[in-house]
Antibody
Framework: EVQLVESGGGLVQPGGSLRLSCVVSGFTFTTYWMHWVRQVPGEGPVWVSRINTDGSSTSYAESVKGRFTVSRDNAKNTLYLQMNSLRAEDTAVYYCARINLGTYDYWGQGSLVTVSS | EIVMTQSPLSSSVTLGQPASISCRSSQSLVHSDGNTYLSWLHQRPGQPPRVLIYKISNRFSGVPDRFSGSGAGTDFTLKISRVEAEDVGLYYC????????FGQGTKLEIK
């Protein structure tokens, strides 16, 4: 069974940092690009970042470029999102997701990040 | 950025009746590899989205055959042949041809 389990969300003050983790199981992690997608409650999902299979190539949405860093540890089957200089508008549920066939075929359960003083 | 526009934004349907959702992209979704990466996802409250249809018309594993997708280029449609109670929630179209963007969502309710 494919599983993606996020952790690391919480409440942080503006300007602060958080690191999200996503531990995967049930598939060969090293053969899939992985993404982070976020969703503000009541709004549609928004793509945040992606990373290729060996971590050598990454991409970011303009809204997070220079502040967020995606990485992966293939030995630990884990995807990460380091979020720095957080802003109120970064408040959302963050999902890790597997990209396959041009869509997200598996998602984590989501990790809520709240940026507020 | 490719903008995805869905209509209607909400729909109230009687159980057993059909439903249809449209999605229009601001640019053609035909990829240089010949595929069109348009998918449909369903989301229930408190849950992550789950894929129903990928590459316009392919049903994902385990998705009932009452769901079907069609379209080409910039215009796409999701149809539910006979709505069941479990189909309520939000439906999103999503493009994966040039980066990834989602529609604003269509809320399906039972009348």
């Amino acid at each position: 069974e494919v599983q993606l389990v996020e952790s690391g969300g919480g409440l942080v003050q503006p300007g602060g940092s958080l690191r999200l983790s996503c531990v995967v199981s049930g598939f060969t992690f090293t053969t899939y690009w992985m993404h982070w997608v976020r969703q503000v409650p009541g709004e549609g999902p928004v793509w945040v970042s992606r990373i290729n299979t060996d971590g050598s190539s990454t991409s970011y949405a303009e809204s997070v470029k220079g502040r967020f860093t995606v990485s992966r540890d293939n030995a630990k089957n884990t995807l990460y999102l380091q979020m720095n200089s957080l802003r109120a508008e970064d408040t959302a549920v963050y999902y890790c997701a597997r990209i396959n066939l041009g869509t997200y075929d598996y998602w984590g359960q989501g990790s809520l990040v709240t940026v507020s003083s | 950025e490719i903008v995805m526009t869905q209509s209607p934004l909400s729909s109230s349907v009687t159980l057993g009746q059909p439903a249809s959702i449209s999605c229009r992209s601001s640019q053609s979704l035909v990829h240089s590899d010949g595929n069109t990466y348009l998918s449909w996802l369903h989301q229930r409250p408190g849950q992550p989205p789950r894929v129903l249809i990928y590459k316009i018309s392919n049903r994902f594993s385990g998705v009932p055959d009452r769901f079907s997708g069609s379209g080409a280029g910039t215009d796409f449609t999701l149809k539910i042949s006979r709505v069941e109670a479990e189909d309520v929630g939000l439906y999103y179209c999503m493009q994966g041809t040039r980066l990834y963007t989602f529609g604003q969502g269509t809320k399906l309710e039972i009348k």
